[in-house]
Every structure is written in C-alpha cells, then in structure tokens.
C-alpha cells in the first residue's frame, strides 16, 4: 500500500537480496546489507545499521544496530542498542540502548536454558544472543547475557545483567506479573499498534501463565 520511499538509504545486496514489504517505512541515513526482509508497514528509523540474516516482521520497528536476528511482527526495538544473533517474539519491546552480548570473553560454546531438560544445554555455538517470547519487554539500558532466555509476557528491570533465564510472567527481578495486569498490558500493546486483542489470544496468555507456574516457583 504505497511505494517505500528510499532516499538517502544505502542498499547493499552483494550477499544476498534485500526484501522490503508494502507500506514499509526506511527512514535516511539506513544502512542494509543482505540478506535482510523488512515486512509490511514495518518503520526503520534514521542512522539504522541491519546486517544480513535479519528479518523484521509486519508492523515491527527498527533502529540501532542489528545483525542475524529475526524480529516477529508488531514488535519494536526502536532506540539505540545491538542486537545479534537473536530471536525476538511478537508484540516485544526493547526499552532504549538495549543490547545483548552474542559471544563470550572466552570464546567457548554458548549454553542456552533447554525448557525440555529443565537445565542449560550446549548449543554447540560460539554466536548465540538472545531469545525473547511473545508480550515480553525489557527497561532501558539492560544488557543481556550471551544465550539469555526470556520467557513470554515478562518485564525485565535489573540493576545488572539479568539472569540467563528469565520465566514467564516475571515483573523485575523476583516479583510475579499477576496475569490481569499482563493482559491488560497486552491489550495497550495491541492498541500501541492500532490493534486489539481478541479473547482467543487473551485465553492464549492465561494457558501460558498455568503452564509455566513451576518455573517460578523454581526461579524466583
């Protein structure tokens, strides 16, 4: 709907192409290099650096720096801050000058909180940042962990970095997110976004919360 106006945008499709989705919106000064999807009526805000193997879902928002990371739709890292090698859910937001380590001072494969073993799993990898689920967000200027796993619907606020898992349904460091204040939460997202939630995705919030009880109860 409308073409995207590209303007003082550099367009670097050496390694591979670069996909930009209707009504999309790339403001100057940004800098793609492909392989890179930009879904619909997605905004990439001024001075952007989106490095290959980034997808940046439909209605989503993008600035700062940002490499190998996939981005689900309706989500916004919006400020400055790096993101690598991650995978963001829906309807996330990052607070300003968020960022994530994706390789550790030594060099050594990243272990990763596994939900089946209930314990942290080797992945094999050198490069591994982080991993956020749907609803969940973090205040400005935290900093993650190489192999930080957030569950859905948290708010991460600490003073240093957060714990390498992070459960379901967490306020802060130790406190819970009573599901009616998750949801409604949820629902200013939604209209943030010129949306609303219906009740089979709030019914999807309250299964979420039953589900992961043990995790806090373990964790916090």
Known sequence: QGKTDLSGVILDTTNGPIIVGAGASILPGSML???????????????SMIYGGTSSGPQSTVAGEVKNALIMANSNKGHEGYLGDSVIGSWCNLGALTSNSNLKNSFSNVKI?????????????????????????SAIHT???????????????????????????VWGEDQVYELPKAIKAGRSLHSFKGQSMDAQEAELL???????????????
Not at 206 to 220: G, K, M, N, P
């Open 33 to 47: 290099r492909g392989p890179v999807s930009i879904g619909r009526s997605a905004r990439v805000k001024m001075g």
């Open 113 to 137: 909180w596994n939900y089946a073993m209930k314990d942290f799993e080797d992945t094999g990898l050198t490069k591994c940042g982080l991993f956020m689920g749907d609803y969940s967000r």
């Open 143 to 169: 900093t993650f962990n190489t192999g930080t796993v957030v569950g859905v619907s948290s708010n991460v606020m600490t003073r240093g970095f957060p714990n390498k898992f992070v459960p379901s349904f």
């Open 206 to 220: 309250s299964r979420a919360f039953d589900v992961t009880q043990r995790e806090r109860v373990q964790f916090l």
